[in-house]
Nanobody, 126 residues
Framework: QVQLVESGGGLVQAGGSLRLSCVAS????????MGWFRQAPGKEREFVAA????????YYADSVKGRFTISRDNAKNTVYLQMNSLKPEDTAVYYC???????????????????WGQGTRVTVSS
């Protein structure tokens, strides 16, 4: 079993930044790929970013590429999502999730992720 807890969400003005954290307990994260997804009100959950077990592979949705950065600290069992140049359309609940392996074609498929956190809300005002 893996428990994931996200934090770092909040209210920010457009153009601002936030850093989300996802802390795992129950199992070391170093054996798992990790992903961030988000769900806006009235919309389906969508892929944001993913990172491989070592951190060498990083994948992003086109909508966040160049603005968001995913990283991990396996010693702290934590994955981060640095979000810069935020836009109102980034408003959503953000979830982290674990997966066995991450590669380019699998990263956006939420069916490949097994454990999920409860989410942290991000609101970007215009």
């Amino acid at each position: 079993q893996v428990q994931l807890v996200e934090s770092g969400g909040g209210l920010v003005q457009a153009g601002g930044s936030l850093r989300l954290s996802c802390v795992a307990s129950g199992r070391t994260l170093s054996s798992k790929g990790m992903g961030w997804f988000r769900q806006a009100p009235g919309k389906e959950r969508e892929f944001v970013a993913a990172i491989s077990r070592s951190g060498a592979g990083r994948y992003y949705a086109d909508s966040v590429k160049g603005r968001f950065t995913i990283s991990r600290d396996n010693a702290k069992n934590t994955v981060y999502l640095q979000m810069n140049s935020l836009k109102p359309e980034d408003t959503a609940v953000y979830y982290c999730a674990t997966t066995t392996t991450v590669y380019y074609s699998s990263a956006p498929d939420d069916r490949r992720y097994d454990y999920w956190g409860q989410g942290t809300r991000v609101t970007v005002s215009s």
